[in-house]
T-cell receptor, first 109, second 113 residues
Framework: DQQVKQNSPSLSVQEGRISILNCDYT??????FLWYKKYPAEGPTFLIS???IKDKNEDGRFTVFLNKSAKHLSLHIVPSQPGDSAVYFC????????WGAGTKLIIKP | EAQVTQNPRYLITVTGKKLTVTCSQN?????MSWYRQDPGLGLRQIYY???????DKGDVPEGYKVSRKEKRNFPLILESPSPNQTSLYFC????????????FGPGTRLTVT
């Protein structure tokens, strides 16, 4: 049973528009959530995180929102740029990291 | 440059032939781990190590071994590889067990025929 789910395998967005990537989780004990970005032939790199005591965290063009009642996490990228094309993983932690399957984001010029 | 290195990057082998994938980090991190990535399943942890000589099983440890004799190195050993171990493998390190931000190596794509 997957505790962290990214239901969209892929997402295509026009350059300059907002990209919204979603992640759902089932375990209410998760206390920390992270987003990683992965380019082809490279390992994932840390992007942004949020503690369960917060509902929003912002870092430049990237904002993560946490809705604990809905057990839902989202990553907003504004404005989207071609270099944002990558696979995005969400991960959640209680004592270990549990990863979603990833969403491939394609930014169209 | 701070980095995690893995070797080899690509490997094709046959069932039963022992192999080792090396992992090394130059950041003096205490915590290291191995993951496998399979389509539709995300990253699953195989083994982790909280420090030298301290290792423990992750979610999918069957068929794998690890060792941590030095802080910088954390090799993954497949004593008798099988086709269901065909996967993309990542080594990762972080400052310690409580540090969620992990640094990943570039990955090793393993094919077992």
């Amino acid at each position: 049973d997957q505790q962290v789910k990214q239901n969209s395998p892929s997402l295509s967005v026009q350059e300059g528009r907002i990209s919204i990537l979603n992640c759902d989780y089932t375990n209410s004990m998760f206390d920390y959530f992270l987003w990683y970005k992965k380019y082809p032939a490279e390992g994932p790199t840390f992007l942004i995180s949020i503690s369960s005591i917060k509902d929003k965290n912002e870092d430049g063009r990237f904002t993560v929102f946490l809705n604990k009642s809905a057990k839902h996490l989202s990553l907003h990228i504004v404005p989207s740029q071609p270099g944002d094309s990558a696979v995005y993983f969400c991960a959640a932690s209680d004592y270990q990291l549990i990863w979603g399957a990833g969403t491939k984001l394609i930014i169209k010029p | 440059e701070a980095q995690v290195t893995q070797n080899p990057r690509y490997l094709i082998t046959v069932t039963g032939k022992k192999l080792t994938v090396t992992c090394s980090q130059n950041m003096n991190h205490e915590y290291m781990s191995w993951y496998r990535q399979d389509p539709g399943l995300g990253l699953r942890q195989i083994y982790y190590s909280m420090n030298v000589e301290v290792t423990d099983k992750g979610d999918v440890p069957e068929g794998y071994k690890v060792s941590r004799k030095e802080k910088r190195n954390f090799p993954l050993i497949l004593e008798s590889p099988s086709p269901n171990q065909t996967s993309l493998y990542f080594c990762a390190s972080s400052l310690n067990r409580l540090s969620y931000e992990q640094y990943f190596g570039p990955g090793t794509r393993l094919t077992v025929t």
